[in-house]
């Protein structure tokens, strides 16, 4: 029992962090062709015959009723806890159901096809990894769900899913990237002697040592989209090699940099390669909501 708890309240999590329009959502670098592990909204799709029934959350000709959110939200309540306040928790869940919703309608104009078969073979290969179709039903009664909804749930997700690695395997394995060297100081008036150290005539390498020993101030290559702080990444794609830059003020300190290498098509690092995937899925989420008409029921 304690397994299909900790294997469902993962597949639970992986629902609300792997399609968030917001902060920086855990997104697995998985190929398209691949069958990632799916998360589980409970997006409800209307088809033109349907009984129409209130829309918590309506996009485009999709919609989550309130009750669907009412139980999404206390899903994710139940793992969060009392770490995020219920506003900010009604926020996540919206957002996140938002942007499946925006994935999952992208991936059926795409035509991206899940039949009933299989569906069903999804279905059975997740009642085979917790233990079996009655397990896998007493979780789902625990957290407010039918056989139905969990059913529609797997589907909506699966298609959120195959539209999410789509997206990020359209980013490229090379990169322009810049191999750059820092000196990093937490004082204002310090970096400002450091840096007239430098126009001076002080070899920017051994003051970089002198301050970070252990590293020397390498920060490694990295192509734009990569560094938290635009301000230094923009500088260092702005100057040559051999060149460093003035002072340049952070959120965690004050940079000076050098450039010691660039390269117009640089192997990415995994590290790199993941951060611009998720840039890549931010963008178009960012890009859809722009585009699409959302309606949150008051």
């Not at 996540?92 to 938002?98: A, G, K, M, S, Y």
């Not at 004050?254 to 640089?266: D, N, P, S, T, Y």
Request: net charge negative; with cysteine.
């Amino acid at each position: 029992m304690r397994t299909l708890k900790r294997a469902l309240i993962c597949f639970l999590l992986i629902s609300l962090a792997a399609c968030s329009s917001s902060g920086t959502p855990t997104i697995l670098a998985v190929p398209a062709s691949s069958t990632p592990t799916p998360p589980p909204p409970s997006a409800t799709f209307l088809a033109p015959t349907d009984i129409p029934v209130p829309m918590a959350i309506t996009v485009g000709t999709m919609g989550i009723t309130d009750q669907e959110l009412q139980a999404e939200l206390a899903r994710y309540q139940a793992v969060s806890g009392s770490t995020v306040s219920a506003e900010q928790a009604l926020k996540i869940v919206q957002d996140d159901l938002i942007a499946q919703l925006l994935l999952a309608g992208a991936a059926v104009e795409a035509g991206y096809n899940l039949d009933d078969a299989a569906l069903q073979k999804r279905l059975d290969d997740l009642s085979a990894q917790i233990g079996g179709a009655s397990q896998l039903t007493t979780w789902q009664q625990a957290h407010g769900y039918s056989d139905e909804s969990f059913r529609q749930a797997l589907k909506r997700s699966a298609q959120a899913a195959w539209m999410r690695d789509k997206i990020m395997s359209s980013v490229p394995t090379t990169a322009e990237q810049v191999h750059v060297r820092q000196i990093l100081l937490y004082n204002e008036d310090v970096a400002k002697k450091y840096y007239e150290k430098l126009q001076a005539g002080s070899d920017f390498d051994e003051l970089a040592a002198q301050v970070d020993p252990v590293t020397r101030g390498d920060i490694g290559w990295f192509p734009r989209g990569y560094l938290t702080d635009k301000s230094v990444e923009d500088a260092a794609f702005l100057l040559e090699p051999g060149a460093y830059s003035p002072i340049i003020p952070s959120d965690v300190g004050f940079h000076i940099i050098k450039v010691l290498e660039r390269q117009a098509a640089q192997e990415l690092s995994p590290d790199a390669f993941l951060a611009l995937q998720k840039r890549a899925l931010n963008d178009w989420l960012a890009e859809q909501r722009q585009k699409s008409n959302i309606i949150l029921a008051p």
